[in-house]
Structures are given as structure tokens and as C-alpha cells.
């Protein structure tokens, strides 16, 4: 069984002093290939740095998070869209909008989003996008771009059933994380995600976010790693009744299509 994470923030400074270890755990559970996030200039630059580092098994993405949008400028769109020309940046984000923290002012979300849409556009590449308490301003600037870019996929997907319907009806692709194992904020998932079509479906840990909460024991430092994509796996198949077999065969198919692996 071969499993392909489509976001892990290997960059974080949790990963720092035991990077090898983490990887060989990764292997060691089917994890075959990641998808390094970049979500800030340093960490986009630093994620194609890994993603050289081992060609073939980890890619990146390039963009900037919605809470670092105030940093944007002028310099930092020129550097995006170099890192877009790497053979390694198989994705422009994570971008997006995030109206529950506010780090950055709507304003300057909105515009900084838009500034990344048409990178990927200039650059023909998919989307890795971000949305949190943000639906309707976010799907309404995506809407304007969604034709003009190859792909698009709503990572880390926790929204509701008419979200993912606007989704769907944009063509994207929908990431699931450990959000779905939470008792507390993440039941509704197990439904929803019988809704998405195979081909729409991809995995991801979000690593070293969102460790998912049924993994017994709990690992004491809480950090989340790529190596419990396969527990992320086995939970989805569960609830979309359908064999952990087919559900990795599947998932990793559609990823490897949309990132072009």
C-alpha cells in the first residue's frame, strides 16, 4: 500500500532535529512520496530546498498564508513566481483566506490571494488553497480564476455539506486531514466525505498540525507526523465504506495525477 501526504509542513521548527528519523518512519508506513507546504517566503524557499534534497519522494508547493499576507510585496510576488518555475513546486500556495484569526486585515487578504491566483495562472500550475470561516469571499474570487488554472484543491478540508457542494461544483479536489477523527469539531466529515467523488479525494497529515485524536497511544509531545497518514487512511475507508486497499490505491492515484508525481 502506497501512500502519497499531499500537505505536510516539514519546514516547521518541530522537524529540525530529527528530519532523517521522521522520513524513515514516514517509509516505514507506506508513506512513499509528500507534498512539502510552503506558506510563507522562507518556508516556500526552504520547502523546494528539502524537496531537492530528496528528488522524487518529496515536492513543494510556493505561496503565503493568509495570516502572513501583510508581509506580501512586490519582492515577495517576484520570489513566488520563481519558485514556480522549479521543476520541484508542483503547486502555487498555501493561499487562500482566513477569517477566524485575522492576523492579517481582510483588505489585504483578499488582495494578496488574488495576487497568487494569477500566478498560477501565468504559470499553468494547480492551486493548494486555504479557507477558514471565509466561504463566501473565498469562493467568490476563485470562481473568477477557477477555468484558468489546471487544478485547485481545498486543503485541509472542515466545512459544511453546501461548502463542499460549491467545491465539488468548481471542479476542485478536497483534502482530508485528521480533522476528521475529532470528536468534537469533526464528526460531520464522516459523512461528508462519502460525498466526494474518488477522483476528488486526497489525504494529508498537515504535519506537525492536527494529530489525529484516535491515535492510540497519543504521542506525548502531540506533534503530528506523516507517518499517520495511514491511520488518516484507514479512518476515511471506514467511513466511506470501502476498504483501506482501495482508498490508498485510489487517493494516491488522484494525487499523483494532480501534482503531476
Not at 46 to 58: F, M, N, Q, T, V
Not at 188 to 198: A, D, G, Q, T, W
Not at 200 to 213: G, K, Q, S
Request: proline share 5%.
Amino acid at each position: 500500500m502506497e501512500l502519497l501526504d499531499i500537505g505536510a509542513n516539514l519546514t516547521h521548527e518541530s522537524f529540525h532535529h530529527d528530519f532523517d528519523a521522521v522520513m524513515q518512519r514516514a517509509r516505514d508506513h507506506g508513506v512513499v512520496q509528500m507534498v512539502v507546504t510552503g506558506a510563507s517566503k522562507e518556508g516556500s524557499t526552504h520547502a523546494l530546498d528539502l524537496a531537492r534534497r530528496l528528488p522524487g519522494e518529496l515536492y513543494a508547493t510556493a505561496g503565503v498564508h493568509p495570516h502572513h499576507a501583510i508581509d506580501y510585496d512586490d519582492a515577495t510576488d517576484a520570489l513566488l513566481r520563481e519558485l514556480a518555475d522549479q521543476p520541484e513546486v508542483r503547486a502555487v500556495g498555501e493561499t487562500g483566506l482566513d477569517y477566524n484569526r485575522n492576523y492579517s486585515p481582510r483588505d489585504v487578504q483578499l488582495a494578496v490571494f488574488e495576487r497568487q491566483l494569477q500566478i498560477a495562472v501565468d504559470k499553468g500550475k494547480p492551486l493548494f488553497l486555504h479557507q477558514r470561516d471565509a466561504h463566501e469571499d473565498f469562493v467568490n474570487l476563485l470562481r473568477r480564476y477557477r477555468e484558468k488554472v489546471p487544478a485547485a484543491v481545498v486543503h485541509c478540508f472542515t466545512d459544511s455539506g453546501d461548502a463542499l457542494r460549491d467545491y465539488l461544483a468548481l471542479d476542485c479536489h478536497i483534502g482530508i486531514t485528521g480533522w476528521i477523527c475529532d470528536e468534537r469539531r469533526g464528526t460531520h466529515l464522516r459523512e461528508l466525505v462519502k460525498r466526494i467523488p474518488s477522483h476528488r479525494l486526497m489525504i494529508e497529515t498537515d504535519a506537525p498540525y492536527l494529530l489525529p485524536r484516535t491515535v492510540k497511544p497519543a504521542p506525548s509531545h502531540r506533534r503530528n507526523e506523516p507517518m499517520y497518514l495511514r491511520h488518516i487512511c484507514h479512518e476515511v475507508a471506514r467511513d466511506r465504506g470501502e476498504s483501506v486497499e482501495v482508498t490508498a490505491a485510489n487517493s494516491t492515484a488522484t494525487a499523483r495525477a494532480f501534482f503531476g508525481i
